[in-house]
């Protein structure tokens, strides 16, 4: 089990009269005024990280273990799972009373989206102003999370001061400022973003003012600067666009190996997380993770989000609970990933509409605070289960349920496509509005494939409805690494009625062969049979079908 050091435990040992006793979606919106666990002082000796130098050992104080049956809270969640769950959050947010009373309740981490970014601490050579990074601290401390510091030292909101020195005088500015803000913040941040995306997407390096005067030295030099400051953070670099295999997760590996070769004193990688529905998902996102911490790292997932083009509709909502649903599975499948933080929890302070013309809805909570069925992803993910009387439930389908029939027509099992046919029956006593629902048919790709085409041939219900695509599972497993997931842009089925034929198709970019005897979904009935080995989900919880 990983403890982070949490500052101030000041959330109270007694859980208030009134607070909500199970949790459904009838508490949608209503969130407990505070965490209900009992606060407890923990010294933690913090597991050695081998390879690198010496790591730190120190006190820590850290909320007592709750089981998933008592949890209430996502971080209550992801402690019992011996991980964190935090938000990114803002000065100005802070003054939002209905904001800070979530951010203080659901989160165990909280990170500074701006407030200890070097164009804030130091904006004149020598001047540090720590206001802003204190007064998220300081909430912190009032609500007994941890904070990961971001961050030390990054291209972007840098001042020109640091960018106009000559060449010469950017190593000692760059030490001088990660010296004075480490020691600043040392025993209140329980990490460092040391160095923040050093790369471009290509996987070469950003020619920054510390690459343009020290080369990527300036790298190890931070982190030995950093460790120096505050011997006992956990010490970071942190990217976007390394969280799938790619030339970019690829330099970051290289780079991060050899930092490890050369002793230098980094603890961690961070995955940002920053993921955009129109994009799909990051690939094999457990595995290239699983490679950092293989080198004794922690690993975390650091900022993330997920994004899409607005207006939001079932598929991209179907398309976004898939993905975070597939980055929690990412991090609770390797031991070493010590977390998640959200890139704030809410769409109201969201950083993507200012960065994205006409994307948005990227975030667990809607505008107005109230939790969307991402956070109910998340909710179920980590292990939280609901209380099963609730009609409104994720997981429960009312009085409509669904199952999944599946043929298959197509005899050859080791040709360029999977062919399955399926209909979707309603076995309820009311309608299901189609756009609601997701069926997944889980194979193996059996070599690597850079893409997958996914088509619907023929549809009683007409293909323009039927909208299929492939998804790559965030861990392999026996007779699966990736699912055919087909979702409905309109439709409902009456009770007792069926969808009739879906005749779908799968190939890979490069037309290679698949082995579809061990697909986990095959089956080689030539007429219709339930198929509990498919899964059927409404709002993005199963409700027919046995995952693998
Ligand atoms: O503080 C000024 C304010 O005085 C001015 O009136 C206003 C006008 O636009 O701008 C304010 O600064 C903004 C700043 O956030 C603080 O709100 C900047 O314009 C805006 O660009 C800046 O955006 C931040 C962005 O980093 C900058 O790259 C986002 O809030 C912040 O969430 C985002 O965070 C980054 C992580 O640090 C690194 N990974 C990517 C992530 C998302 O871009």
Avoid at 55 to 68: C, D, F, H, P
Avoid at 149 to 178: D, F, K, T
Avoid at 209 to 216: D, E, H, I, T, V
Avoid at 362 to 382: G, I, M, R, S, V
Wanted: charged letters at 20%; one cysteine or more.
């Amino acid at each position: 089990m990983t403890w982070i050091r949490r500052i101030g435990p000041s959330r109270p040992e007694v859980e208030p009269a009134g607070r909500p006793q199970a949790r459904g979606r009838a508490l949608k919106g209503v969130l407990p005024a505070v965490v209900a666990v009992a606060l407890g002082a923990l010294t933690v000796g913090l597991a050695p990280t081998a390879g690198a130098a010496p790591v730190a050992t120190g006190s820590a104080t850290a909320r007592t273990a709750v089981s998933a049956a008592e949890a209430s809270t996502l971080d209550d969640l992801a402690q019992a799972k011996g991980r964190y769950f935090g938000s990114a959050t803002d000065n100005p947010e802070l003054s939002d009373a209905a904001y800070t009373s979530i951010l203080g309740s659901e989160f165990g981490q909280i990170t500074p989206g701006n407030s200890m970014k070097w164009d804030t601490i130091e904006p004149s050579q020598g001047q540090f102003n720590y206001t802003k990074g204190d007064a998220v601290v300081s909430f912190a401390k009032e609500h007994g999370q941890a904070v990961r510091g971001h961050n030390l030292v990054w291209h972007n909101q840098l001042p020109s001061w640091v960018s106009s020195l000559p060449s010469s005088q950017v190593q000692a500015a760059m030490e001088n400022h990660i010296t004075n803000e480490a020691t600043h913040y040392k025993g209140q941040v329980f990490a460092w973003d040391v160095v923040n995306e050093p790369f471009n997407d290509d996987g070469t390096y950003r020619t920054d003012a510390f690459y343009n005067a020290m080369g990527k030295d300036y790298i190890a030099d931070a982190f030995r600067t950093a460790h120096a400051a505050d011997p006992d953070a956990k010490l970071y670099i942190n990217d976007y666009n390394i969280e799938g295999q790619g030339s970019k997760a690829d330099a970051m590996y290289a780079l991060v190996s050899e930092l490890v070769a050369d002793g230098v004193p980094i603890d961690g990688v961070g995955f940002q997380g920053h993921l955009a529905v129109q994009y799909g998902f990051p690939y094999n996102m457990q595995a290239n993770m699983q490679r950092f911490a293989d080198l004794g790292l922690d690993v975390s997932i650091t900022e993330l989000d997920v994004r899409m083009q607005l207006p939001a509709d079932a598929t991209k909502v179907a398309s976004q609970n898939s993905y975070y649903k597939q980055a929690v599975d990412a991090c609770l499948g390797i031991s070493r990933c010590v977390g998640i933080t959200i890139w704030d929890y809410t769409d109201k302070y969201s950083w993507v509409p200012g960065t994205f013309n006409g994307e948005g809805s990227a975030c667990p909570w809607d505008e107005n605070l109230q939790t969307k069925e991402a956070y109910d992803t998340l909710y179920t993910e980590l292990g939280g289960t609901t209380d099963p009387g609730d009609p409104g439930d994720p997981g429960d389908p009312g009085s409509g349920a669904l199952k999944v029939q599946y043929k298959n027509a197509d005899s050859a099992v080791d040709d360029s496509a999977i062919r399955p046919t399926l209909q979707l029956v309603n076995t309820g006593s009311s309608t299901v509005d189609l756009t609601d629902v997701t069926v997944r048919y889980w194979f193996t790709a059996d070599s690597a494939a850079g893409s997958f085409g996914a088509w619907c041939d023929y549809a009683a219900v007409g293909c323009a409805s039927v909208k299929p695509s492939v998804q790559t599972m965030a861990g392999a497993v026996l007779g699966a690494d990736h699912y055919l997931e087909v979702s409905f842009s309109s439709g409902s089925l009456a009770p007792g009625s069926s969808t009739g034929d879906i005749q779908l198709r799968v190939s890979k970019g490069d037309w290679s062969s698949f082995d579809e005897s061990d697909d986990y979904s095959h089956g080689s009935n030539t007429t219709y049979q339930d198929a509990p080995e498919i899964g059927t989900y409404i709002g993005g919880a199963v409700v027919y079908g046995t995952e693998p």
